[in-house]
């Protein structure tokens, strides 16, 4: 499906994609039916709580150097601020910046305002997002209320133009639109695409660099440096400036393809800019895949492989000892697809057995129409690694983790790495994107694992002082009893 920056709104995942939050097989079968076109949902007769798309979206928008982010809906939405301001301020402490808290105001949505409507409130917080912050950018992001009530946000837009000079966007990631909450990435960057990026006037020698904090971006803007290249990290700490010209970019690459997908599909459908459908850069595959697919768009292939070869040289002896000392251990795995399929892979790579991997949610295919790249990979290689998704039930998680009682459990997204420690099996937290990154970085996550593997204390005494709240009826269960047929 095109992208179509001339609609209001981003469709969901489960719509544009076919993507799924429900499925138990193996990876075979699922990259089967995701390349034939044959994969279904799965629904669940009970579900614990997920998270929700306006999250993705306003932690996105809010960090936005110069922009403001007007929350039109129940004061409660914008809890998710919390954990952006939080981000927000780790992402400034990386970069040695003053802290500042994220500009963000909520319209207070209450009862009467679900039958009578609340677009004045949403003039009036405009408005005043304008008046407090001076901001060069405004963005709204709807909420379940003002979405179900049907408020005409656009409408509010267009009539604040003449008076407010800045460009104003709406981002629309109500939390029932979608069970898939990366759809709020999209949102956001749709709202991007078409409120602030401008067509281009000059190419340049930038790329585009999606990514959460950018962490890495000292090691990425030396390492792109030597191929005549300069980063522009997006969307959270770019200016409102900056994101008007990536149009002008020489390439677009991401270091989640998940996150990636839709900004960069669209920036290269509307403007010419090519985006890097590689392996993430975890590990030596990943890295490799990765600056490969830049250095064929750019046409600096040479120089990267002139430094392929001499950072693989470089890390070869250390990561064979690595190798020598986790080889036999088995890990399970869970996090977003992109992340999840590219960890297996990169856990593979330090000589770990994957016996089961756990994904948040499964695009079939990307914004290109082609299979995700991470799972493509390890379907060729061979691997039928047992495989399930869901939107990050735990419950499911910890039936599993009890039943196959791995070496370590590897997950990305809080509130799942502590119910494995609970279990008494170490487990690894991948809070940072840039965890396990190129050459030096997979040396660096492996001797993280090894500690893991080799000091179990805390996983044991957590283990031996902790009731779980499942009781043993549940641990007994198949893990996905609760998982019934594909629905159309």
Request: with cysteine; net charge negative; proline share 4%.
């Amino acid at each position: 499906m095109a992208i179509n920056l001339k609609n209001s709104e981003a469709p969901t995942r489960e719509n544009r994609l076919g993507s799924i939050t429900g499925y138990q097989g193996t990876l075979q079968d699922l990259a089967t039916q995701a390349a034939c076109g044959s994969l279904r949902n799965k629904e669940r007769c009970f579900s614990q709580a997920s998270a929700c798309s306006s999250g993705c979206a306003q932690g996105q928008l809010s960090r936005i150097v110069g922009a403001a982010v007007v929350n039109h809906g129940p004061i409660g939405c914008a809890a998710d601020s919390v954990g952006g301001n939080t981000q927000n301020k780790f992402g400034q402490h990386l970069r040695g910046w003053e802290h500042r808290n994220i500009n963000l105001i909520n319209t207070n949505m209450v009862e009467e305002d679900t039958v009578f409507g609340a677009v004045q409130k949403l003039r009036d917080a405009i408005r005043e997002a304008y008046r407090r912050f001076n901001p060069q950018a405004i963005f709204v992001t709807t909420s379940c209320v003002s979405g179900i009530i049907g408020e005409d946000i656009q409408s509010v837009l267009d009539e604040l133009k003449a008076e407010i000079p800045v460009p104003m966007g709406a981002a629309y990631c109500e939390g029932f639109r979608s069970k898939v909450w990366a759809s709020g990435f999209d949102a956001a960057f749709h709202a991007v695409l078409t409120t602030i990026v401008k067509p281009p006037k000059n190419k340049t020698n930038t790329v585009n660099v999606v990514n959460f904090n950018g962490s890495a971006r000292k090691q990425i803007t030396a390492m792109l440096a030597g191929f005549g290249l300069e980063p522009v990290f997006l969307l959270p700490y770019s200016t409102v400036e900056q994101l008007s010209h990536i149009s002008e970019a020489a390439a677009t690459i991401s270091i989640c393809g998940t996150l990636g997908s839709y900004i960069g599909n669209a920036l290269q459908q509307e403007y010419g800019v090519p985006y890097v459908q590689t392996l993430q850069p975890h590990g030596i595959a990943g890295i490799n895949s990765w600056l490969r697919g830049l250095g064929a768009v750019t046409g600096k292939e040479v120089a990267v492989e002139a430094y392929i070869k001499q950072e693989e040289e470089r890390v070869a002896p250390e990561l064979a000892q690595i190798r020598e000392r986790l080889t036999g251990y088995t890990a399970v795995v869970g996090m977003g697809p992109s992340f999840g399929q590219n960890y297996i892979r990169t856990l593979q790579e330090l000589g770990i057995e994957i016996i089961w991997g756990s994904t948040w949610h499964f695009d079939p295919q990307h914004d290109n129409g082609i299979t995700p790249a991470a799972v493509k990979y390890l379907a060729d290689s061979g691997a039928n690694i047992p495989i399930s998704v869901a939107d990050q039930q735990n419950f499911e998680v910890i039936n599993l983790l009890n039943r196959l009682k791995p070496d370590l459990y590897v997950g990305r997204h809080g509130g799942t790495t502590v119910w494995a420690t609970k279990l008494g099996i170490p487990s690894i937290m991948i809070n940072d994107e840039y965890t396990a990154y190129g050459y030096q970085g997979l040396v660096d996550f492996g001797y993280r694992i090894i500690d893991a593997l080799t000091n179990r204390s805390l996983a044991k005494q957590l283990a031996a002082r902790v009731k779980l709240p499942y009781t043993d009826w549940w641990l007994q269960q198949d893990s996905f009893a609760l998982l019934q047929e594909e629905i159309g």
